[in-house]
């Protein structure tokens, strides 16, 4: 047996924030980055300030924050250099249509567009603004400029802004944020040029119009493990039965509710898919016949005959030129054995083992990997984190 522990290294970032009501929102970022272990280093331009205090982001990373291009100190005394040699990634958020303007016309009239002309690291920006703004020419003239010399453009988002008016413009929440710096932060680039698919979440089978069974799923690991397998350079396909979370960022969403509709979609896109991860809740039996209007209570017993669905696992392992396969398997009892069963019958190079009981609808897990060497425990933690561990296992397999 061995224990996987895959330590990460401390990142450092530097955030730079211009003016803009969104100014808000990168306080929340800054939280949740220090939160993630990420150390963050805060530039505000002469506008942001105007907005929000540099005290709240110097409170909430236990940095110092720069704002003057001229500001001379023991440390930095041409912060324009040295704070852009010091990280590992920029991000600017949010970012004006000022600030955009500047930068795509490679100007440098104050600290951060300055350090992000001088920098040697990736540097990423998250648009905020009015939509008008946001649609004019000029700022999608600039945005492709930024694109061709390498920048990373994340968002904007739909919905209501600060003035009222509704469109495309508005920054993305700072979990999102997190989410696109944490994806960017996964240099192994593993599974570079791998298409990966992924199922997650429980099917729903109906009775009749209105009612149905389904298994008790949140979809929380499968998407962390889209997450995980997109980080490692991935195309990711994502089937998805019914969850109320928010998806990763993934290059195709396929939504489904049956375990038919989930077996159909998977055949359909997996001649194009090199590994197959399959964490989905697939429920094992759907009703027989079902009724198109809604049954009506009475006092009789009411019995529901049920057949077995497929299993899409077995379908896609048995092809003669199948992908490379992972299952999973929530048991309740006998974890270790049914699971090694399970794997043997289903002709798996992995399959992952959890209890059902503390991993249903948790944020964190212990996972058992069962493959031909034997049994590697991931002990317990976050679910994002475990799903970063299983990815690397894959690929140590997958490159045998």
């Keep these: 047996m061995t224990t996987c522990t895959f330590p990460i290294a401390k990142k450092r ?22 939160q993630d272990g990420i150390e963050v280093h805060t530039v505000m331009t002469q506008a942001a300030c105007q907005f929000v205090g540099s005290a709240t982001f110097q409170a909430l990373t236990g940095n110092p924050v720069y704002t003057d291009l001229w500001e001379t100190n023991a440390t930095h005394n041409m912060a324009h250099i040295s704070l852009s040699r010091n990280v590992d990634m920029i991000l600017v958020a949010p970012a004006s249509a000022d600030f955009i303007a500047r930068l795509a016309g490679g100007m ?30 000029a700022t999608q003239r600039n945005l492709s400029v930024l694109q061709h010399d390498g920048v990373k453009i994340i968002g904007p988002a739909s919905g209501e802004q600060a003035c009222g008016e509704i469109g495309m413009g508005r920054m993305l929440e700072a979990c999102e944020l997190l ?37 008790n799923s949140s979809g929380k690991m499968g998407y962390a493990v889209a997450q995980a397998a997109m980080e490692a350079g991935a195309k990711v396909t994502l089937v998805s039965g019914p969850t109320c979370l928010t998806p990763p960022a993934v290059e195709k969403l396929i939504r ?91 002709n798996l190079p992995l399959l992952v083992a959890n209890l059902a009981q503390t991993a249903i609808g948790s944020n964190d897990c212990e996972l058992i990997l069962l493959d031909d060497g034997g049994k590697h425990v991931l002990s317990k933690a976050p679910k994002i984190e475990q799903a970063r561990r299983l990815i690397k296992h894959i690929c140590s397999l997958y490159q045998q």
């Design 108 to 137: 440098a009239n104050d600290l951060l567009t300055t350090l992000c002309l001088a920098r040697d690291c990736p540097l990423m920006v998250a648009p905020a603004m009015n939509r008008q703004m946001w649609e004019n020419p």
């Design 256 to 346: 489904v509710v049956s375990a038919h509709d989930m077996l159909h979609v998977v055949q359909a896109e997996i001649a194009q898919i090199d590994i197959f991860i399959s964490v989905a809740a697939v429920a094992d039996y759907r009703v027989e016949k079902v009724s198109q209007q809604k049954l009506k209570k009475s006092e009789s017993k009411l019995s529901i005959a049920l057949i077995p669905n497929p299993d899409i696992l077995k379908t896609i392992s048995s092809l003669p030129k199948p992908p490379f396969c992972v299952g999973f398997a929530a048991e309740t009892e006998n974890l270790e054995r049914n699971a090694e069963m399970k794997r043997r019958k289903k």
């Design 179 to 215: 989410q696109a710096v944490s994806a960017a932060f996964q240099t192994d680039n593993l599974l570079q040029g791998k298409n990966v698919l992924v199922t997650a979440g429980p099917t729903f089978e109906a009775i009749d119009a209105v009612r149905g069974i389904t298994n």
């Design 13 to 34: 970032l530097l955030l730079g924030i211009t003016g803009g009501v969104a100014a808000y929102k990168a306080a929340e970022l800054a939280r949740l980055l220090t």
